[in-house]
């Protein structure tokens, strides 16, 4: 089946894939070629994502809304970052700088974005522990 996931400021990832975990709002769901239609809201969490000859990736996910047809799965990610490339230590320091942002922050606005920053970094956290 075809996997796209998108945010707002890219395509993140559109590749043939053999198998994918979503963390929904009401759970995890997996996903394979041939599954029913449906729509569900996404939590924060990792996506997994099982590719056609290229093995397993991850993706840490703030929250979005995935459509699932038979042929295909598409991901509108709120944010969404792939963690291939970074180990579990990096991901922890930058957990704790977003978490500093967050305390230091002086307005609503800052709050805001400091909260959706934190919100990645520990589903980054996550994804790179596994």
Do not use: W
Not at 18 to 37: I, K, N, R, W
Not at 86 to 110: Q, Y
Not at 113 to 121: F, I, N, P
């Amino acid at each position: 089946m075809h996997l796209d996931i998108i945010t707002p400021e890219k395509i993140l990832f559109s590749a043939e894939a053999e198998m994918v975990v979503v963390p929904g709002t009401e759970g995890d769901f997996g996903v394979l070629p041939g599954h029913a239609s449906f729509i569900s809201t996404i939590r924060p969490g990792v996506i997994t994502i099982d590719t056609v000859g290229s093995g397993q990736r991850k993706v840490a996910i703030v929250g979005g809304i995935a459509e699932v047809v038979p042929e295909r799965c598409t991901i509108l990610a709120e944010t969404a970052e792939e963690c291939t490339s970074l180990s579990n230590v990096d991901a922890v320091i930058r957990r704790d700088a977003a978490k500093t942002t967050l305390d230091n922050a002086t307005n609503d606005d800052a709050r805001r974005d400091a909260e959706k920053k934190l919100a990645l970094a520990e589903a980054v956290v996550l994804a790179t522990a596994a």
